[in-house]
């Protein structure tokens, strides 16, 4: 999948009481979100996040995986986190894939709710031509803003299960999602 990217989105989220926020970094999507890049053989991860603070941990998270200590303990952890890129926006994202790429990318948003430009996996999936590359949004605390979603060339139809209850982990939703588009049948 050499044009498939994934953004994780710590800002602009929401919180529970729909105020726009910027969400705090948690390693273990670092390690889990980058596991799955590399399982389906995404070109980057990207986190995005504004907070300096933010950034810096997860560079050092990135540094001691991939040149530390870490790398020579955990090759295998090594090569997933190797996948993460660092940026400050969304826009910023959208901007280094189309330098990296020559085109700039779909952008395919994510959200549990129902959205506009509503596309399915099928057809996301058909997208995925190998030449144009892909941007899925994914967003973390409680999803990508209105906004950010509007900006989506499409938004995959939301994940549901046999009840009503639909709030996952942002890692939950991701290894569903991925294997929705990509996995082997």
Known sequence: MANIYMALVHYPVYNKNREVIASAL???DLHDLSRLAATYNLAGLYVVTPLEDQLRVAQEMIDHWCHGWGKA???????ALSLVRLARSI???RAEITETCGLAPI??????????????????SALTDGKTPVLLLLGTAWGLTTESLAECDYNL????????????????????I????????
């Open 107 to 124: 952008l395919i948003g994510t959200s549990a709710s129902t959205v506009l430009n509503r596309a399915t996996y099928e057809q996301v």
């Open 157 to 176: 139809e939301p994940i549901y299960g046999p009840t009503a209850y639909n709030h996952l982990s942002v890692r939950s939703a991701a290894g569903i």
């Open 91 to 93: 826009r910023h994202t």
């Open 73 to 79: 303990y955990n090759r295998n952890r090594s090569e």
């Open 178 to 185: 991925l294997d929705r588009l990509f996995g082997r049948r």
């Open 26 to 28: 948690t390693t273990i």
